[in-house]
């Protein structure tokens, strides 16, 4: 059975221009996982970026969300982990899963592109050899998964107030939820370091584009990324099945409104170059239900994933994103073997 939710980029604009403010934004995505919840989508996902007019912060809208609803999944594509406190982190994830009851899917990475010059130094984490930082999201990936996992990461004091402990006693950090190690992800651009999420035992979020350009459809490259992945979990061997996704850009059109917004919006493949690599970009696809169907069939990837996100317009509003997820849930999702949340 598949799975599906939406992918918000969180994107506002700033005051004096046109379209919703970050106030309004954080509001509307809100409203829109609510009502997502009611016709049954299975998750509601947010990008995390900083010094840009988008979603951070991810954890008070999350926790909003999990509070007003039964069954949606809450998530985020992803945490930029060059930029958290690993420890604190922890904390936090393992409140929201206890809050949501498990609907969590937290995905975490390096994290992407930003406008920053090495941002993350101005929130204090410097030390990085790595003019991306991913050496410093690695290390500190393996500390957020020491207190995710509830390891002990520090002894108590010598004479330890308040006097709950016995000097020397090893502490992990609290709380603690036992379920969610099984709820993390690592968002991937490249099938070695799908591999090595696989290794670390965590959920693959194959990214929006992938590292290379071999001239092959990007669903046929993040399929073999994906197959990559459940092979080195399989000689890794846990004793767990994990989860994959991906993420698309598809607008059914059911309506002649559909048509003027998103007739336009089909399109192949593109190549471009990101972070110094040349890489393989995702088509959006859009047409009538009958064409979508066959066309995500035809998608290598997105039969091989077990949840596909939906990147949505969030600044068009909740009514146009919620009729979005409508058509897809009604006319496309049931012929791919779409599972609602709300069964």
Same mark, same amino acid.
């Given at each position: ?62 926790? /909003?969300?999990?509070? !007003? ?10 945490? @930029?982990? +060059? ?34 010059? +090495? ?9 990085? @050899? ?51 190690? +099984? ?73 002649? +409104?559909?048509? /003027? ?52 317009? &969030? ?11 409508? &058509? ?14 709300? !069964?």
């Amino acid at each position: 059975m598949k799975k599906f939710g939406f992918l918000s980029f969180g994107h506002y604009k700033f005051p004096g221009q046109r379209g919703p403010n970050a106030q309004q934004t954080l509001k509307q995505g809100l409203e829109l996982a609510v009502e997502a919840d009611k016709i049954g989508v299975n998750g509601a996902y947010f990008r995390v970026h900083h010094f840009a007019p988008q979603g951070a912060a991810p954890m008070p809208l999350l926790s /909003a969300i999990a509070a !007003r609803t039964k069954h949606i999944e809450v998530g985020t594509g992803v945490i @930029d982990m +060059r930029y958290e406190n690993p420890l604190y982190l922890a904390e936090e994830a393992a409140a929201l899963d206890l809050l949501a009851d498990g609907r969590v899917a937290l995905g975490v990475s390096r994290g992407s592109p930003e406008p920053a010059h +090495r941002g993350w130094e101005a929130f204090g984490y410097t030390g990085s @050899d790595d003019p991306r930082g991913a050496d410093l999201a690695r290390e500190k990936f393996a500390k957020f998964m020491q207190g995710v996992r509830g390891e002990a990461v520090v002894k108590s004091a010598q004479d330890p107030y308040p006097p709950i402990y016995q000097p020397g006693t090893p502490l992990p950090v609290m709380p603690h939820s036992p379920g969610l190690q +099984r709820n993390i992800w690592w968002g991937a651009g490249t099938k070695k370091t799908a591999e090595w999420a696989a290794e670390q035992g965590v959920n693959l979020m194959s990214s929006t584009l992938l590292t290379e350009a071999t001239g092959e459809a990007f669903g046929d490259l993040q399929a073999a990324q994906l197959q990559a992945y459940h092979e080195a979990w399989k000689q890794a061997g846990h004793d767990w099945t994990p989860r994959t996704s991906v993420s698309r850009s598809v607008f059914p059109i059911v309506s002649d +409104r559909d048509r /003027a917004l998103f007739g336009m919006s089909g399109g192949n493949d593109q190549i471009g170059i990101i972070d110094g690599y040349e890489s393989t970009f995702g088509r959006t696809y859009a047409g009538e239900p009958e064409q979508l169907i066959e066309q995500l069939k035809d998608d290598a990837a997105v039969m091989e994933a077990d949840t596909l996100m939906l990147t949505i317009p &969030n600044q068009l509003g909740v009514d146009l994103n919620l009729r979005l997820l409508q &058509n897809f849930a009604e006319h496309v999702a049931p012929a791919l073997g779409w599972e609602p949340a709300n !069964r």
